[in-house]
Every structure is written in structure tokens, then in C-alpha cells.
């Protein structure tokens, strides 16, 4: 089997490669992407060789060249002889590559697809397994229908953290960025206010706005770690503050007694991972990453989960490069941005 796939060879180089794929194994799945999502985080950490990983002998498949990736949607061409429950024609969701085709090993980590539902567009269905990481975030707040929610950067995670607040019942729910195009967005899913915080002091323009010492779920999408303490001032006293973003780095001041201990302030990690394992799954509730992705899928098939102004750019696979480039340099401009394959 031919297949075309995106590898990033090495810092700020993008090349689409030919390669043959064997048949399915006995414990594997051969599926046709129709589309792929770029999950600008981890994406850009890579193309800009800045991801931790990158340097950890002990991450032996994070190193260069790297298949980016992990968001897509297609369709079910082969099963392997042991595998039961799917068949060829099957429409999925799976955290595919940024590649033509995809062998899924069952069993292992990236070895999970997940059905979508009749009439989703696989435009949609690829943005799902990223999806989850913003999800991550109101399922580690816990209960939350009625709790005023702030999302503290209004990237591709941030924006379905906010989404997921606002499907999930939160009220108000607030989007902080100070790029105009993110906050435009924002409001398009629903948001119930943004705030620029160029324009002023961002934790007084949010109490003025929900007329408290702060919101009580203060979900952190930034990816910067010096971030962390500005959300833990966005929360009210007894606030919870949910880490989504992936803080890469060492974050700096933080005084522990006055800004957390005192203000009963829970600060807890929610990787989108989380859900991989059993005692994180615990700390969800009755959730783990099946219900979560089926969950999503529903979500978006029935327009609970809104994707207005989410996507700003669908992209052949040779403009992967100039897609990360615009993400990194064009923050106005790019947001959401979807490979079709087919």
C-alpha cells in the first residue's frame, strides 16, 4: 500500500514523504484519513525543536524526522484477522498522523478509533482527539453547570476548553486573549464575554465583569508556565484553576502561602492523556477516553460542541509548513487548520 505522510525532519522543515505500508497485521487496522487537525501546541513545540522530549533519551520516538499529528478522520480499509467489531467502510475518528493512511496497532496507545456518527464531516471528526484536551479541563473542575468559568488563552485548546465549559453548562463563561481574531471567535461559540488583557489588568477587568473576586474554574490554556500564577489570581477565593496547556518550563514567583495556600486555591494538571489511565480516570468521575471521544464526536455531530470560527484554514499536506509558520507568526490570521487528504 503506497501512503503519503508529513514528517518534520528537523527544526523549521517540513517535507510529505512516499512510503509503503504492509498489509494489516493480525492485530491491526488500515484506515484512509479524509482529513487531519494540527494541534498547534505540541505541533509547533516540535517544528521549532523546543519540545522537551525531543532531548530525553528516553523518548525514542520523539526525535527527528517526526510524524506529526495525532487528530484525524477517514474511513476503515482493512482488518486484521483478529480483530473484531470493525469492518472496511466503517467511518472513524482515530489519532492518526498527518498522512494518507494509518496502520493502528489495537492495544496500543495510538491503537483506539472511535465511530463517528452518521452526517459528521470528517472536517470536523479530525478535530476531535484534540478536542478531548480541551475537555480535559472542565472534567478535572468536575461538577460545573451554573459556575463561572474564565479560559485564559484562546488557541486551538483553549477555544474547546471554552466550548466544552459552555456545552457542559457553565455560566459565565469568559475568554481571555489579546489577539482580536481568538476573542471574535470566542464570542462566536458563545462566550459570554472576552477580555484583552493588553488593554488593563486582566484580573480587574474580570471581577468587574462578574462583579466577584474572580471566576470560580480558571482553565489555563496558555502553554506558558509564568501564566500559571496569573490564572491562580483569576480565581476567587476557593477557586479551582485547571492546567490544559502544556507548560514547558519553569514558572517563576509564586507565592505559595499568599496566592494559594490562603486563598484555599486548588491548582490541579489536566493532560488530555489523563484519560489513558486508570487512576486518573478516578479523579474523572465515570469518564475515561472512550466515553470522552464519543462524547466529542456527538458533540460536534449535533452542534452541542460549537466549531464557529474555529477553523480558519483547510489546507492541502504540502502547505503543513506554511501552516506552522502562519500559526507561529500570524496569530491573527491562523487558528484552526485542517489537512484534507482526499
Known sequence: MKARQAVILEPFQVSIRDVDLPDPAPNQILIECEASAISAGTELAVYTGSHQWLKDPKMTDWKFPFRPGYSAAGRVLAVGNDIQGWRPGDRVSYPGN????????????????????DHLAPAKAALACIARYGLGGVLRAGLTLGRSVAVLGQGIIGQFALRCALAAGCNPVVAIDSVPMRRDAALAAGADHTIDPSAGDARLQLRSFLNSSGAEVVIDATGVPDAVPVAMSLACDAGQVVVVGSPRGIAKDVNFYDDLHRRYIEVAGAHGNMLFEPPHVRLAGAWDINKAQRWLLAALASGRLSTDKLVTHTIAPEGIGAAYDGLLKEKDRYLGVIVKWK
Do not use: Q
Open 98 to 117: 498527518h498522512a494518507t493512511h494509518e496502520l493502528l496497532t489495537i492495544g496500543h496507545e495510538r491503537g483506539r478509533l472511535w465511530k463517528m456518527p
